[in-house]
Nanobody, 128 residues
């Protein structure tokens, strides 16, 4: 069965960096787009970043553009989220998710229902 396991969360000061990893198993990883979402305390889950099957097309929420970078390694079956210049408002549980498609329009990546498998989440806390 499909499993997604996130690692790399933690506590960091504002302005710092973290790198999240999501290791996938039980699927032909290179066939699917992937995404990162987050859920701040008391708020809805929101799109952070996504990329297509090859990693050549990437998409970002406006709130993280220029600070976060999504990438993938199809040999290692892993997707990454490099987070720089972190802000307290980036505090959230971060989830990686497998898309139901290999590539799609930018708006499609923002829809949680377009993703059919989710990791358990990893907490990121940014202190001011």
């Amino acid at each position: 069965q499909v499993q997604l396991v996130e690692t790399g969360g933690g506590l960091v000061q504002a302005g710092g960096s973290l790198r999240l990893s999501c290791a996938a198993s039980g699927l032909t990883f290179s066939n699917y787009g992937m995404g990162w979402f987050r859920q701040p305390p008391g708020k809805e889950r929101e799109f952070v970043a996504g990329l297509n099957w090859s990693g050549r097309s990437t998409y970002y929420a406006d709130s993280v553009k220029g600070r976060f970078t999504i990438s993938r390694d199809n040999v290692k079956k892993t997707v990454y989220l490099q987070m720089n210049s972190l802000k307290p408002e980036d505090t959230a549980v971060y989830y990686c998710a497998k898309a139901s498609f290999s590539e799609a329009s930018p708006m499609t990546y923002r829809k949680t229902y377009e993703f059919d498998y989710w990791g358990q989440g990893t907490q990121v806390t940014v202190s001011s």
